[in-house]
């Protein structure tokens, strides 16, 4: 705004003043925004400097950076008054608090202010109890966000946060909804039974046992020893978790949705109330919160950040159009100006020393270069590089590079701890010479490219760094300057380099795209990650520093806000999800428990996981589904050939003989690795010289690969030849050798299906012996393809794999039941081996085409039944164990998938997604490489430890200790021991396989696990010292943030883009987009819902009542009054409190009983229970009335009964409250009913994998010392197996349980089993078994529910004015209105004015006039009946197709017979009928409303035209009397041949 424009400041400075033009000038000069960023950096750096110590200690540097924290306030307060006095405070546009910016920077400013008045008003020794509140300036860090705009990539990923919030606040209504349902009923279950546990009374006094558990009976306790189960305890994590009070529940679910922590929640709650129903509880909480609702925010962020990338890419286009423009205009004035001065005569005489300069010069010059020496050096030269060029373009140099980077890596990954002394003089000659060799790969590049050239390329730039950091290291150590530099990990970085086997490998290229494409997306949102990080940091360090205490003397808990790189390190912890609720109870305990100000503190680390791990870390996901999305749309030939080369580069040559140079270029651009470029072969003019050369310019038009369409310019003085381009006959034979193959691949897919029932009897003779026509052999076919067969076979195999369940694998001696079931077990066997043998006597085996063995289910058959068979007869044998081969019986399941068209293709979806994932493993195993070889040069040798931690070296490590427990020496000596950490990185092996640890983000930031282990690791050979080197959690933060964040996203975000790509397969064909086939579906399908109208005047008067918005009002209200009474209860409540709450809630339940009689009465019965909504309440009212009865009966009121827990279902009247809650649900409903395949096949892999896990690791002790397999986690019966792999689904210490099961010296047997004691049941199949399962149902099958999310909830950040399937309700709705008995006909002038009730974008709302609206009826132009009506479906297609513009262009006859093609193609059981009525046919004589309207509008504007006409004649109304008497004449006519 212009000064002179600008409003009074503060009502008294108006623009002219002078000093707001002074304040003006200060804050939009430039040097003073600088400035200000500078001072919010440096005061950054000094809130990150500072370090709390406990009980308020401080130091010198505190001190310091305290009193300069008064310099910073002085200055932001010195800035905040200038800003407002040049722009005035709120009260008009372009105020100072009218930004969101400044509001902070003022919030900021007074309570700074405030912060220091506090403490200059408190005594000295009084400080360390005020609260402190510099965390709050941390904020301040935000501040350079408003330059977002300069960085696009910034502005994109920071834009699709914003304006997701909207969408994200109904997804967080639902989530608090769900949240609070849950709450309540865990307050109805659980309140008060979690403070239970063991005592013991060794002293005469009871003390709770270390590492208290809940208990329900002394059963659980170690009576022998004295203890007790008893009342008295605080709970579980200090009582932080429990369901005492709503507050702490609601806390409670909210840890249970983030997946940390819930088993032991569940197992502390199973060991009171048992185990047969508390996990329905758990269980169902986390499959509808964490694996639905939470993702969600996944589905808005994905679709906003695809919507605002969109919105920058056209921005861009258009600046760089209209720079372009710019650019034409300036040119062609540049050329005129050129042209107008060659034709200006030059008058101006030139001074006599220039004419002799020049002359001397061009004298020297020419002189040298008309010798015929500069000519040979110059051709020469030119040569050399064409050659050059030549050899880094050809593939033995490429394959050559890429051994070489190979080599090294081999030479890198031989380094491990212990080495010998050879060994390491070879690895650091070795790694001499390859300094040397790609030293001189980049001169030759350089050479062949010119510098201007190789450093336009980022890849030739990243490379000259590496090699350069790597010629100084060589030289460092050579000359024993600096051993450990530190910088010889930069070598690992270039296995970067086999990336470019990516222009041989299609299919890789595709990932290697998205990942280059995705790296200013990523860069940018990691720059948002570390403000974010950083802010809570600092805000942690603020709240929390100084205050986290040891629990115990044993206590390893590392986690703490001391310092700025343990708050960093720990909000990363809390980012990635791992054992954040611990860091949590430590915050809380640190401000005197959940009773007190910590409830408070628990607030910050909800806003981190809700912030940082659920907003901004989905972020990665969705950035990785957009352009994965991207990648495969594009074709081949659309991708880059070489990726390295990102800029075009312009490479000029002086040829001197242009026939052989001419050919020269063909040889280079005919090269498949050639890159987009243009190749200008230029001459330099020789004054009157033999080498006087020849201009060519070849011109490559496609960007990839030499093909028949690329456009070859040559320009010379002479004759040349032209280039020559693939001829037509090669051409048509590669395509026909395309076509060959494709062929090839169907046929082979139709050889490898399955075997259904309509497959007919193979011609080829079966087994040598039966022939086509043979009796036995049809016989066989024909009971195999019958379908009574069929179904009987199918249900065979469903109870065989019941009756797996069924065995108990601990029981030494086998029950009767057990005994039956091996029997059974013989039968269906035998069965199946003669459903075997007919199907191999019916199709043959193998040999021909259709045949049993083509396909892979009747493979697994075949497997399955010969298992058996062999463990049969191997049952009473020294071989015995084989007949654990009969488990392979349970994938028979696996066959019912050819019965099933969905499960089927869930099942085609994942192997595709299978077969095509091995891409991105090798980019991600690739990348774990590298980083493996940096942990070995970091870490090797540095992870052991001494048992006495004391001693800090192998030779100091020996004789004995008396280890201390809680501060005590124990009654045992115990022998030192010298132990490496279980994961390591001694070597690369090690080293890859603690990588492969980290990645699942389990366990990684425990002390006995990685990264403190790595924090506190000392020299090679050393034990640990505390925080010894804090820089390297810098190693696993990276690393994470790379591999966990970037590629695991890039794995998940390719299974989800398949996932959805192949359900889009079937409509490849299809014209129609996914919007416009969901509305039509819904045209075709809806049905008019019916709306009761009484006649009787009562019962309409209380229709009236219970349908007004006031009724409906005050029962909302009441719902709300009801949930907070649900809400207050807690332990230890008043008995009089409890029973005014249940007279409270008999008093809600009245009055929802008198609503439902109400109601009743005025919908009768059976169009009440017509709403979906009325049969809900109907059912909590009956459920409560039934509570109350039986509180009543029985005499509990007080007490809590399983009825009590209905009451919570009256929350959910609430979601019919809102629109966009209601769409949401309904929504949310919808996504549902395309799970049952997905589900059902989740079921299959469980109980799979169940089973096989029963009969591996079933007999596996409960009791093992410091083993997961325990009482509430086994393999010993179906369910616990299930509980069990759904625990290790999702991430909760799955390791821990697979090292439990795994075959080690601690995994003993159990003693039903009747093994001797000691014997050892672990196996060393739980590796691949879990890891197997992990990857399968993590990774794989649930992110396919992400994928069905993603596609159901896509409306949410869909652009709102295109007609989508969650505008089509309110037509429903409305149509009622018009239509009350639901007969789907309505008069056809009714439809202008239910369009007009309708808003846009489907319908025109009510501010269109009229004739506006027959256009629009004019454009529908569905069939009109004989009856002036129109027809319900017919209506609602023709809205859509008008709103969505299907098939709107061109003929109506034509677009009519098209789209009826289109729908029979889509939806085949369409009805002629429908199809008629929807839809005429072309010809049909079927009278329309666009007719009628036609005619209406046409008489409309012809009154017009005469009123115009006789409006100064006498004549006027005679005539348009006349007029209206013919149109209605006419009319009358057409309505009597509608009629006939």
């Not at 010198?60 to 307060?77: C, G, M, P, R, S």
């Not at 994109?156 to 967080?172: E, S, Y």
């Not at 008396?962 to 030192?976: H, I, K, L, Q």
């Amino acid at each position: 705004m212009p000064s002179k424009t600008l409003p009074r400041s503060l009502f008294c400075l108006p623009a002219d003043h002078p000093v707001r033009r002074a304040a003006l000038w200060i804050v939009r000069w430039k040097p003073f925004d600088v400035m200000i960023l500078c001072l919010i950096l440096a005061n950054c750096i000094a809130l990150a400097i500072h370090r709390s110590y406990p009980n308020g200690d401080s130091d010198k540097t505190n001190d310091i950076l305290d009193k300069l924290e008064y310099f910073f306030i002085a200055v932001f307060t010195l800035e905040c008054a200038l800003k407002i006095t040049a722009f005035g405070f709120i009260g008009h546009p372009g105020a100072y608090m009218r930004n969101g910016l400044n509001v902070l920077d003022f919030i900021i400013v007074v309570v700074g202010l405030i912060s220091v008045a506090i403490h200059a008003s408190v005594p000295v020794a009084d400080h360390s109890a005020t609260f402190d509140v510099n965390a709050l300036r941390a904020f301040r860090v935000l501040r350079p966000l408003r330059l977002v705009s300069g960085l696009p990539s910034l502005q994109v990923v920071l834009n699709a946060v914003l304006q997701a919030m909207l969408p994200l606040l109904h997804i967080a209504l639902l989530v608090l909804f769900m949240m609070l349902t849950y709450a309540i009923v865990g307050v109805e279950l659980f309140m008060g039974i979690l403070h239970r546990t063991c005592f013991t009374n060794r002293t005469g006094e009871f003390r709770i046992v270390k590492n208290p558990e809940t208990c329900a009976t002394d059963e659980f306790c170690d009576v022998a020893n004295g203890e007790h189960c008893l009342p008295g305890w605080e709970g579980p994590e200090h009582g932080i978790t429990s369901f005492d009070n709503i507050g702490l529940a609601m806390l409670t679910v909210f840890q249970c949705l983030t997946l940390e922590g819930w088993s032991s929640i569940l197992y502390a709650v199973e060991n009171i109330v048992g185990q047969n129903w508390a996990w329905i509880y758990f269980v169902s909480l986390v499959i509808l919160g964490s694996y639905f609702l939470l993702n969600l925010i996944l589905g808005v962020l994905s679709g906003m950040f695809s919507k605002e990338k969109q919105k920058a890419e056209k921005s861009g286009a258009l600046k760089k159009f209209m720079s372009g423009r710019n650019l034409d205009s300036f040119m062609q004035d540049y050329l005129q100006r050129i042209a107008s001065r060659r034709n200006r005569p030059h008058n101006r005489p030139r001074p006599i020393n220039e004419d002799i300069r020049m002359l001397r010069h061009d004298i020297f010059v020419v002189g040298w270069r008309d010798t015929m020496t500069f000519c040979q050096i110059q051709k020469g030269w030119q040569r050399a590089r064409i050659s050059c060029f030549r050899l880094i373009k050809s593939r033995f140099f490429f394959w050559l590079i890429i051994v070489l980077v190979f080599l090294n890596t081999c030479v890198l990954a031989t380094e491990y701890y212990g080495q010998p002394h050879w060994l390491t003089v070879f690895q650091d000659r070795a790694n001499v010479v390859f300094v040397i060799l790609f030293l001189g790969e980049l001169f030759i590049r350089m050479f062949a490219l010119g510098t201007k050239h190789y450093f336009a390329s980022f890849l030739n730039r990243f490379e000259f760094v590496i090699i350069g950091c790597s010629v100084i290291e060589c030289v460092l150590n050579q000359l024993e300057l600096l051993p450990e530099l530190g910088l010889s990990v930069l070598r690992a970085a270039r296995l970067v380099r086999i990336f470019q086997i990516t222009q041989h490998w299609s299919s890789l290229r595709s990932v290697t795209f998205s990942i280059v494409n995705s790296l200013k997306s990523i860069i940018s949102l990691l720059f948002l990650l570390f403000l974010f990080l950083f802010v809570f940091a600092i805000l942690g360090m603020q709240l929390f520093g100084g205050k986290f205490i040891r629990w115990s003397e044993d206590d390893d808990f590392r986690p703490s806000f001391d310092s700025f790189w343990q708050a960093g390190l720990s909000v990363f912890q809390m980012l990635t999800g791992e054992d954040w609720h611990k860091v949590m109870f430590r915050g809380i305990q640190a401000y005197n428990g959940i009773h007190s100000v910590g409830a408070v503190m628990s607030l910050y680390f909800v806003a981190v996981i809700v912030g940082g791990r659920y907003i901004l870390l989905n972020v990665f996901l969705a950035i990785a589904v957009d352009n994965m999305s991207e990648a495969t749309n594009l074709s081949v030939e659309d991708i880059p050939g070489e990726i390295t080369e990102i800029k075009e580069t312009n490479i000029h040559y002086a040829v001197d003989d242009p026939p052989e140079n001419v050919e020269e270029v063909q040889i280079l651009l005919t090269e498949r690795e050639q890159p987009s470029e243009q190749l200008v072969v230029r001459d330099r003019q020789c004054w009157s010289s033999p080498c006087r050369s020849t201009r060519i310019m070849v011109k490559e038009a496609q960007p990839v690969h030499m093909r028949s369409a690329d456009v070859i310019h040559i320009q010379s003085s002479g004759n040349l030849p032209a280039l020559p381009v693939p001829p037509v006959d090669y051409m048509k034979k590669a395509q026909s050798e395309e076509t060959v193959e494709e062929e090839q691949e169907m046929l082979k897919k139709q050889e490898h299906q399955s075997v259904f029932a309509s497959d007919p009897l193979p011609l080829h003779r079966s087994l040598f012996l039966f022939g086509s026509k043979h009796p036995l052999r049809k016989w066989c076919y024909l009971i195999a393809t019958d379908r009574v067969c069929r179904s009987f076979i199918l249900v065979c195999i469903i109870l065989s794999s019941a009756l797996l369940a069924a065995v108990d694998p601990v029981s030494a001696t086998p029950t009767e039941f057990e005994l039956v079931i091996s029997y059974l077990d013989y039968f269906f066997t035998g069965l199946f081996t003669i459903e075997l043998g007919m199907k191999i006597v019916a199709y043959g085996f193998i040999l021909h085409p259709g045949s049993f063995c083509r396909s892979w289910f009747n493979i697994l058959d075949l497997l399955v039944v010969i298992l058996s068979l062999v463990s049969y007869a191997f049952d009473d044998s020294e071989f015995s164990s084989i007949k654990t081969l009969r488990v392979f019986r349970v994938f028979r399941p696996l066959i019912a998938v050819n019965r099933a068209e969905g499960l089927r293709r869930i099942i085609h979806c994942v192997t595709v997604a299978l077969r095509s994932i091995w891409n991105v493993v090798l980019v991600i195993v690739v990348t774990m490489i590298m980083f493996a070889i940096m942990g070995v040069q970091i870490f090797k040798g540095r992870f052991y430890r001494c048992s006495d931690l004391s001693k800090h070296t192998e030779h100091e490590c020996r004789g004995n200790f008396v280890p201390f427990v809680n501060g005590y020496p124990a009654d045992d000596v115990v022998e030192r021991e010298w132990i490496d950490n279980e994961f390591n990185f001694d070597n690369i092996f090690q080293a890859f396989l603690t990588l492969v640890a980290v990645v699942t983000t389990e366990g990684w930031p425990k002390f006995s696990s990685y990264a403190y282990v790595g924090v506190d690791s000392n020299a090679e050979g050393h034990g640990p010292i505390f925080n010894y080197r804090p820089y390297t959690a810098l190693y696993f933060v990276t690393y994470l943030s790379v591999v966990g964040f970037f590629m695991m996203n890039i794995f998940i975000g390719f299974i989800i883009i398949t996932f959805l790509q192949e359900g889009e397969q079937e409509y490849a064909d299809c014209q129609l987009d996914e919007n416009q086939r969901r509305c039509m579906e819904f045209a075709l399908t809806s049905k008019p819902i019916p709306k009761y109208i009484p006649q009787r005047r009562l019962q309409y008067k209380i229709w009236w009542l219970v349908g007004c918005e006031h009724f409906e009002n005050c029962i909302f209200g009441l719902i709300f009054l009801n949930t907070i009474a649900m809400s207050v209860r807690y332990d230890g409540q008043p008995k009089g409190q409890i029973l005014a709450l249940e007279y409270l809630n008999m008093t809600f339940t009245a009055v929802f009983v008198l609503e439902c009689v109400l109601k009743l009465f005025a919908f009768n019965i059976i169009h009440y229970f017509k709403d979906v909504w009325n049969v809900f309440d109907f059912v909590v009212v009956f459920i409560s009335m039934f509570d109350i009865g039986y509180s009543l009966y029985t005499g509990t009121v007080t007490e809590v009964n399983i009825f009590r827990i209905f009451r919570v279902l009256r929350l959910g009247k609430l979601l019919g409250k809102s629109r966009n809650t209601r769409i949401l649900f309904w929504t949310f409903l919808k996504s549902m009913r395309a799970l049952p395949y997905v589900i059902l096949l989740i079921g299959v892999i469980y109980f799979i994998y169940a089973v096989i896990g029963m009969h591996v690791f079933g007999r596996i002790s409960l009791i093992n010392k410091d083993s997961s397999i325990d009482r509430h986690n086994h393999f010993q019966n179906f369910p616990r197996a299930l509980l069990l792999l759904f625990r290790s689904a999702t991430g909760e210490g799955w390791q821990d349980i697979m090292m439990s099961c795994a075959n080690r010296q601690d995994v003993f047997c159990d003693a039903r089993t009747g093994l001797p004691a000691g014997s050892l049941c672990g196996s060393d199949f739980s590796y691949v078994y879990f890891t197997s399962f992990h990857f399968l149902c993590s990774f794989m099958i649930l992110n396919v529910l992400v994928a069905i999310i993603m596609d159901n909830f896509d409306y949410l950040t869909r652009d709102w004015s295109v007609v989508g399937p969650q505008h089509l309700d309110e037509f429903v709705r409305l149509w009622s209105e018009y239509d009350p008995l639901a007969t789907g006909y309505i008069k056809h002038m009714d439809v202008i004015s239910l369009l007009r009730s309708i808003d846009p974008p489907l319908g025109i709302g009510r501010l269109c006039p009229r004739r506006i609206a027959r256009k629009r009826l004019l454009a529908m132009n569905m069939p009109l009946n004989s009856d002036g009506t129109v027809q319900y479906n017919a209506t609602l297609f023709a809205l859509i197709r008008t709103a969505l513009h299907i098939y709107t262009e061109g003929s109506i006859d034509e677009t009519n017979a098209k789209l009826r093609e289109v729908v029979l193609q889509i939806w085949r059981k369409t009805s002629e009928y429908k199809l008629d009525t929807i839809l005429p046919k072309p010809g049909a004589d079927t009278m329309t409303v666009g007719t009628l309207y036609a005619a209406t509008i046409m008489q409309d504007y012809y009154r017009r035209y005469r009123k115009r006409k006789c409006a100064t004649s006498a004549c006027a109304t005679a005539e348009l009397e006349d007029d209206r008497r013919k149109m209605e004449g006419v009319l009358s006519t057409w309505d009597r041949k509608a009629g006939a």
